[in-house]
């Protein structure tokens, strides 16, 4: 059977190794060892309660035995679709002590995403969150078992909708044996993460033991974490940025707390910075403005707060330079992606670096290229895109060997589709993006994708989805369409691509009618052209 991934070469593994890059270790051992070490020491603090080490350690023991007396098997893929609750961290935990193979999946994904993935990695189980009416992620979890027929089993966070679901709490309760995972697997692919994707069908990213556990040791230790950290965990803990920058397992491995925040509005964030003495936090810039009006004008006790960190898309200075003097923080602005490559502005830098820059690369070893369109190497301070190769950049996606060419060069380097400048300094400025994407308040979105689904309506016959500067989301999605007859009306279209289980932050925010879509030269979709009408003629 040809290989789901693509490992890196030996000799470069052999390097990583000899430089202490990459332990021996699965990732479920930040745990094992925080539990050895401070076991007494707070881990984890969500709406449940607290968990110290000792304690989510032993609660992650008997999930696992629970979950393998199911049966689930070592190697099999579950796809954890939960927000961001005490479960999200047991079950991932859980799941990678037995040597399952978590997929994380954003909970706002719809039916067609998440039945696409779940084909993809051929899931074995769906692990999600109890809710009510008619978005209830226990219905999704059972159409999405209806249409992908490996899915054996559904697992709920929450009360179990039906007898053949089985309650976290319930496995919890397992008296079973401790399954330790197969030995030897620290180079295997430990978690599958969403990509930000080009294509019309979502992308995984396969990241091992051995180069996530390294992504989550080396940014605590660039961030500055050590035991009395206090980690909030804003964002969807499925983003990378949560997972690994230094994110839930960056603070494991520094035997920091976690903080759980349920929803991101800064009312709730700002009485957990209060209350936990919270200090370090990770935010897109969407989010940044509220939390300035909300510290303006509510004066909670944000003191604790040493480290706030913004990235997943473009932050702008004015913003930034407002981090320091109106939250008494230090920003931290965070360039990364789920493929790999972290790139931090230094917590010491001057607040010029940090107030302009999205930061330089977080291993010795990450190996940067800035190439133009001919791959070739573009002076220091000369916009090109940016290659990428080192010990956590993935060297393939997974099962998705066809679609590896266009984004990896022969010899290895994953290419972001991101459009940088490199200042004297070494530091990384994202000037723009040569990808098909829309980066919507730091959620992206395949412009392919939405096409695929607009075309598929009846009467469209031609769709191009582009991003749109906004004030607020930094970027809104806007599709024109060439349809038979006029252009329907947005909340008709809006509707029927939500019937079609698109995720709603894929959805248009605009839809514009036109009589035919402009082509470039050799007959593809001008979307340059269209960006243009859009400056024209901005919405409304
Ligand atoms: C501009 N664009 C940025 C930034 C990401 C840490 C932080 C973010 C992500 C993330 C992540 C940007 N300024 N500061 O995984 O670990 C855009 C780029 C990039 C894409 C990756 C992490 N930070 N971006 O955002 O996989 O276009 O990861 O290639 O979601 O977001 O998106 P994603």
Request: glycine share 10%; net charge negative; hydrophobic share 40%.
């Amino acid at each position: 059977m040809e290989q789901d991934w693509t490992p890196w070469p030996e000799e470069v593994a052999a390097e990583y190794r000899r430089a202490g890059y990459w332990r021996d270790q699965t990732l479920d051992a930040l745990l094992r060892e925080g539990a050895r070490r401070h076991g007494a020491r707070t881990a984890l603090v969500s709406p449940s309660g607290r968990l110290d080490y000792a304690g989510l350690d032993a609660r992650v023991d008997r999930l696992a035995a629970g979950l393998a007396a199911l049966p689930l098997h070592p190697g099999e893929r579950v796809l954890v679709q939960l927000p961001n609750c005490e479960e999200y961290v047991t079950v991932l935990f859980a799941l990678l002590r037995l040597g399952a193979v978590p997929v994380l999946v954003l909970p706002s994904l719809g039916r067609a995403e998440v039945v696409a993935l779940a084909r993809l990695s051929g899931a074995a189980a769906h692990v999600v969150a109890a809710g009510r009416g008619v978005r209830d992620p226990r219905l999704l979890a059972e159409e999405t078992a209806r249409a992908c027929p490996t899915l054996r089993h559904v697992v709920v966070a929450g009360e179990p909708g039906a007898d053949r679901h089985h309650g976290v709490a319930g496995l919890a309760a397992s008296a079973g044996p401790v399954p330790e995972a197969p030995p030897g697997r620290a180079e295997d692919p430990a978690l599958l993460l969403l990509s930000g994707g080009t294509t019309g069908v979502p992308k995984l990213i396969p990241r091992t033991h051995a180069d996530y556990g390294y992504n989550a040791r080396a940014s605590a230790e660039v961030c500055g974490l050590h035991g009395g950290s206090v980690y909030l965990a804003v964002l969807p803990a499925a983003h990378n940025f949560t997972m690994v920058s230094p994110g839930i397992l960056g603070t494991v491995a520094a035997g920091g707390t976690v903080v759980l925040c349920p929803d991101p509005s800064p009312t709730t964030a700002f009485s957990l910075v209060e209350a936990e003495r919270v200090t370090i936090t990770a935010l897109v810039p969407a989010l940044l403005p509220h939390w300035l009006d909300e510290a303006a004008r509510t004066r909670r006790d944000l003191s604790s707060l040493e480290v706030l960190q913004v990235g997943g898309s473009r932050l702008d200075e004015a913003t930034a330079r407002r981090v320091r003097p109106e939250l008494g923080c230090r920003l931290q602005q965070v360039f990364g992606m789920a493929e790999g490559l972290n790139n931090y502005t230094p917590l010491d830098a001057p607040d010029d670096v940090v107030c302009t820059t999205q930061g330089r690369p977080l291993s010795p070893a990450d190996e940067i290229r800035v190439v133009d369109e001919e791959d070739r190497p573009v002076p220091a301070g000369t916009p090109g895109e940016l290659l990428v190769r080192g010990p956590y950049t993935l060297r393939g996606y997974y099962r998705a060997r066809e679609q590896d060419a266009a984004r990896f060069t022969p010899d290895g380097f994953y290419r972001t589709g991101d459009l940088v400048r490199r200042t004297a300094d070494g530091d990384l400025v994202v000037v723009g993006r040569v990808k098909d994407q829309v980066n919507r308040a730091g959620e992206k979105v395949a412009a392919v994708e939405v096409e695929e689904h607009l075309l598929a309506l009846p009467g469209v016959r031609a769709a191009a989805v582009v991003g749109a500067p906004d004030p607020h989301l930094g970027e809104r999605t806007v599709a024109f369409v060439v349809t038979d007859g006029p252009c329907p009306p947005q909340e008709q279209v809006r509707r029927a691509l939500l019937e079609r289980g698109l995720a709603p932050f894929k959805v248009p925010d605009e839809l514009r009618g036109l009589p035919s879509l402009p082509l470039t030269g050799i007959g593809k979709v001008d979307k340059k052209r269209l960006r243009e009408l859009l400056a024209d003629s901005p919405a409304p």
